[in-house]
């Protein structure tokens, strides 16, 4: 997947970064409050417009209060984590996002804020690409062909991409020993990410905009 090329850092001093996403967004002492940490003093301001439960169908009817109203510079898009798995299992009360209805959503978020938001700077994550312990049991590989998906609109939309699927898949490879009995080893809970999985994200994150 192509990734527009960088003369420099993505972001530069005085840009607003806003984070959209689901509840790994929204978490207090989550990845954004790491970024934070690490570009705030370089006069970057960062914006938490994670919400837990949301996915691709809901961010985009709050497009505009959540990101377009806030002005910001440059959005970081990550989604992925709960449309990967509604309609199944617990969740199979909802409508199922397919990965290309997921794909499609993602480029619409782009497209609607820089049509209407003139906003120029776009990152996708995508989500790391299997669920631990309990959840993978129950779920196997499903999330890899949303991470097909993120890569597919960061691709088409010429987005930053931050390859979260590949940093954890060889980080995993190559601490598998460090299996919690559970099988917990970037998650608390098999999804949501723990201290460890946080760092490693945000450090992906800034490893991708070349801002370390």
């Known amino acids: 997947m192509s990734v527009p090329e960088m003369d420099g850092p993505w972001l530069q001093s005085g840009d607003v970064l806003l984070c959209f996403g689901d509840s790994l967004t929204a978490a207090g002492d989550g990845y954004v409050k790491m970024l934070q940490e690490n570009l705030e003093p370089r006069g970057?301001?960062?914006?938490n417009a994670g919400l837990g439960g949301d996915k691709t169908p809901a961010a985009l009817t709050r497009l505009k209060s959540d990101v377009l109203d806030r002005k910001p510079t440059a959005v970081s898009i990550f989604f992925g984590n709960n449309d990967a798995i509604i309609g199944r299992g617990i969740w199979r009360d909802e409508p199922v996002i397919s990965p290309l209805t997921f794909e499609e959503n993602l480029k619409w978020i782009v497209h609607l804020c820089r049509l209407h938001g003139g906003i120029r700077k776009f990152s996708i994550c995508t989500i790391t690409s299997r669920h631990e312990g309990k959840l993978y049991s129950d779920f196997g590989d499903i999330r890899r062909e949303y991470c097909l998906a993120a890569r597919r609109a960061a691709d088409a939309m010429n987005t930053c991409l931050v390859p979260?699927?590949?940093?954890?898949?060889e980080l995993r490879e190559k601490n598998y020993a460090k299996l919690s009995p559970e099988g917990?080893?970037?998650?608390?809970?098999?999804?949501?990410?723990?201290?460890?999985?946080?760092?490693?994200?945000?450090?992906?994150?800034?490893?991708?905009w070349h801002m370390i």
């Open 184 to 208: 917990l080893l970037y998650t608390r809970d098999g999804l949501h990410l723990n201290a460890e999985g946080n760092r490693i994200a945000a450090d992906a994150m800034l490893r991708a």
């Open 164 to 169: 979260l699927d590949a940093v954890f898949d």
């Open 44 to 47: 970057i301001r960062i914006i």
